[in-house]
């Protein structure tokens, strides 16, 4: 009697933590800019500083967020908060968000602009280069400057910090790390055809090309 009951309440915490997680994200929430940028204290002590390095779990620099897209922002804070992107201070830092949180900071920096014009191409690769994003079909999703995303909830990495490119297609080819690693089907077949140093030759290129993503200064928001 009491094995059958113990199957219950495993049923039973099961379908409920289920139902939870489909709750989450089941009504989008209605982004607010100011009320973003009144949340985004936390989010300045990083990605407020030109240049500032992530330390753990791997050091490279931290992204430029102000000027992606509000949809973008919102797919990746929601990705950390279910933990399908493993980095623990984003983990504990998304986690700590409602959706509307996600919403409002997602519209604060979506709404950033830096002013620069891009070019409807972008400036053509080196030869290997070229192969290696044509072989990930790279274009067919970021846009043929890597700044107009087929979807707006991809990233535009035109500009990007190379060093973060870099661990970010990295990390769609971990599998069984607490620390590292992001579910994403899509990115992650993409991401095995390449060998680390290919991964950061692309990045390289991507980093050089002009882009809509930047870092707005720390001293902006006082």
Known sequence: MRQSSSKYTTRFVA???LALGAAWGAHAAQGDAQAG???AAMCIGCHGIPGYQNAFPEVYKVPKISGQSAKYIESALTAYHKGERKHPTMRGVAG???EQDIADLAAFY???SNGVTLPETANPAPEAVAALL???GCVACHGAN???PLDPSYPKIAGQHPDYLYAALKAYTVKGNDMVGRGNAIMGGVA??????EMKAMAKYLASLPGEVFTQPLNRFR
């Open 134 to 136: 044509n072989k990930g």
């Open 15 to 17: 379908g409920v933590t």
């Open 192 to 197: 095995q055809q390449f060998s680390h140093a």
């Open 96 to 98: 700590s968000l409602s």
């Open 110 to 112: 979506g709404s950033q």
């Open 146 to 148: 890597f700044s107009k």
């Open 37 to 39: 940028a009144d949340k």
